[in-house]
């Protein structure tokens, strides 16, 4: 037991991976368990270890904790990245669901038959939806960062958000210059700089092996 | 101006409907305003109110908040339901997801085809048999009290009942082989806010009907 939390999840990024971004910015090494095996899967279920037998499971202060957005919460809020009252967490729980949402349909994206896939909504829906709200957020604070005076999870989750879909298509920001700066900014703090280098926990983009490794763990057709 | 939350949506349920049970189990009064053209929701868009084009959209404190989940975290920390601590916090966010993964399966429902329909039912019933009933049965029978979390009511006491009424709804056996939520059922219906919640006349929206069915589709242009 070395005190770190532990991280149960499949070799990938899926759910998980915004779990990664948030414990990495707040400065906390992790340790990961990788489901490789049906096997696996059926154990933690039969040891009671999956409250609703899904993963992410992330066990942290004595907690098996389930439910990204629960999992998420709660490290926000233990590392101080919730911001300074009630309100402020308010807006940082409306850009987290915006970003949330996004990176959501880049996710199931992997998992539809190549046929079904609609890249264009994705980049519609970043360009004319999403990326917009957080370009006006950020000119009409005036500020570093998205809420507040201090750095918080939204601006975690904005980042991250913001490099998925530049994977996909990457003159996406080209519009956007406040996010433009943003993501240079927010890039260049320490602990995020450190997740941004090769050998950090941080997962590459999903390959055909890793869906293939989910779909047979968790038997989905 | 009333001071009051003002919430914005359809005359239905949907993702509105956990927001209305939450202010009214902290007996808190709101005003609703309907979506039923395409036009008021193209003003409120226009207007620049629906921060990214989506309802619900609930106007409380000098803040237009939407994201269901954002409304639903800053009423119970407001009003108290969101446990005494950072740890209970974090079971009621879990015991919360749990009941709006099942209660989702149902808000879609309305919206499948009839063949669609068929397997969705199943897949509810199974689901809230196999996989959610049993672990809040097990919660409360191993917490041993009036409530999931803490001594306290709480939003996942909340979710809980909402969740229960909505799938008796599609089977009214559902609970049978579960004592302890019957208990919990019973209980949680008898708290004053919530009693008066439930009777007739109160802001509770009804099981979604056809009419609600096209307002949506037609107000949101949906296309299926």
Avoid: C
């Amino acid at each position: 037991m070395t005190g770190k939390p532990k991280l149960t999840y499949f070799n990938g990024r899926g759910r998980m991976e915004s779990i990664r971004w948030l414990l990495a910015a707040a400065g906390v090494e992790f340790e990961e368990e990788f489901l490789e095996t049906r096997a696996q899967y059926q154990k933690l279920i039969k040891d009671g270890a999956l409250l609703f037998e899904q993963v992410p499971l992330v066990e942290i202060d004595g907690m098996k904790l389930v439910q990204t957005r629960a999992i998420l919460n709660y490290l926000a809020a233990k590392y101080k990245l919730y911001g300074k009252d009630l309100k402020e967490r308010a807006q940082i729980d409306m850009y987290v669901e915006g970003t949330t949402d996004l990176m959501g349909m880049i996710i199931t994206f992997d998992f539809t038959p190549p046929k079904q896939r609609n890249l264009a909504l994705i980049i519609e829906r970043a360009t004319t939806r999403y990326f917009p709200v957080y370009e006006k957020a950020l000119k009409q604070h005036g500020q570093e960062f998205l809420v507040g005076s201090q750095f918080s999870w939204a601006d975690v989750q904005l980042l991250e958000a913001i490099l998925m879909v530049e994977e996909r298509e990457p003159t996406v920001l080209s519009k956007f210059p406040l996010l433009q700066a943003f993501k240079a900014r927010m890039s260049n703090i320490p602990t995020i700089k450190k997740f941004l280098q090769p050998g950090s926990p941080r997962k590459p983009r999903p390959d055909d092996q890793y869906v293939a490794t989910v779909m047979e763990v968790l038997k989905k057709d | 101006m009333t001071g009051k939350p003002k919430l914005y949506y359809f005359d239905g349920r949907g993702k509105m409907e956990s927001i209305r049970w939450l202010l009214a189990a902290a007996g808190i009064e709101f005003e609703e305003e309907f979506l039923e053209t395409r036009e008021q929701y193209e003003k409120l868009l226009q207007d620049g109110a629906l921060l990214f084009q989506q309802v619900p959209m609930v106007e409380i404190n000098g803040m237009k908040m939407v994201q269901t989940r954002a409304i639903l975290s800053y009423i119970a920390a407001k009003y108290n339901l969101y446990g005494k601590d950072l740890k209970e916090r974090a079971l009621i966010d879990m015991y919360v997801e749990g009941t709006t993964d099942l209660m989702m399966l149902i808000i879609t429902y309305p919206f499948l085809s009839a063949k669609d329909k068929e397997k969705q039912l199943s897949v509810i019933i199974d689901k809230a048999t196999k996989r959610y009933f049993p672990v809040y049965e097990k919660i409360l029978k191993d917490h041993g009290q009036d409530f999931l979390v803490g001594n306290q009511f709480s939003w996942a006491d909340v979710q809980l009942l909402e969740a229960i009424l909505m799938v008796e709804e599609k089977k009214s056996s559902v609970l049978s082989q579960f004592p302890q939520l019957q208990a919990f059922k019973a209980r949680i219906s008898n708290i004053p806010t919530i009693k008066k919640f439930l009777e007739p006349g109160s802001q509770r929206k009804p099981i979604p009907d056809d009419k609600y069915i096209e307002t949506v589709k037609r107000v949101l242009q949906m296309s299926f």
